[in-house]
């Protein structure tokens, strides 16, 4: 399986594996079959329980077409909002286990689902355009990806974030730094990893620039005589297993 290696906005890079394009054609297959669900019951709900097929009479064309497409807005709407809401992911591409991410490194928004919800005009309407992108494509890519700068990554066969971002805590530990919860697992992950690695070649510029990292997204100022930037990196950690839970 290909590999995919995204640098994070902490320096580091990370290897992830490219879904296949039969993983993304069977979440497609599942998503799909959701939509024509929706679409079936609530036809069924409009025309025989509600019986409201009255209303479609004499309207012209245009008008009927109207409430269809009212009626279905949203099986349009589906993918963008559901990655949105699910963080890249749809009901199908969460059960494949495959997620949407910006390969810059950066978390992918809202404006990225919409260029690749665009450009499924083209992907999906001629199924063999899409195809034949993610089969040419480096990373899998369709037109959509190419133009938001995402990949589908697959989440299988993955060391689960918690596994490594675990301390172990004594029952009296005080936390000083409640801020760290505006902190995520992957997040967490990151600064170890890149902490530990750092330790283990004494590579003190790396330290350096992970401690001046993590007091600029949280915001905080400490005094350099009173706490190493080392010391200040491991309290992160526990505070972080602490505040979360993970213990």
Known sequence: MSQIAINTSQNVNINFNISSIGERF???????????????????IFFSI????????????????????????????????????????????????IRVVKIDGYQA??????IRWVFRVIDVSFLI???ITMLVTKNNQRF?????????????????????????????????FPQVIGLSDNDMRIIK??????????DRQIISKLSDKIKGILKLEIDPTKMTERQFINVIIKDYNYYTGKD
């Not at 928004?109 to 919409?114: P, S």
């Not at 938001?148 to 993955?158: D, E, M, R, W, Y």
């Not at 990893?193 to 004494?202: G, M, R, V």
Request: glycine share 8%; hydrophobic share 45%.
């Open 144 to 176: 959509g990806d190419i133009a938001a700068g995402t990949a589908v990554i697959s989440l299988k066969n993955n060391i689960n974030i918690s596994h490594t971002i675990l301390e172990n805590l004594h029952t009296d530990y005080i936390p000083t």
């Open 50 to 97: 509600l019986d409201l097929g009255y209303l479609l009479d004499g309207l012209d064309q245009w008008s009927q077409m109207a409430i269809y497409i009212a009626i279905t807005f949203p099986v349009y709407i589906y993918p963008v909002v559901l990655e949105s809401l699910m963080e890249g992911q749809t009901p199908g591409k969460k059960i494949m286990k």
């Open 129 to 131: 355009v899409g195809f």
């Open 26 to 44: 069977l979440a497609f297959i599942i998503d799909s079959l959701i939509k024509g669900a929706y679409m079936l019951v609530t036809f069924y």
């Open 193 to 202: 990893d890149n902490y530990l690695k750092a330790l283990k070649i004494d």
């Open 109 to 114: 928004g809202f404006g990225d689902y919409l």
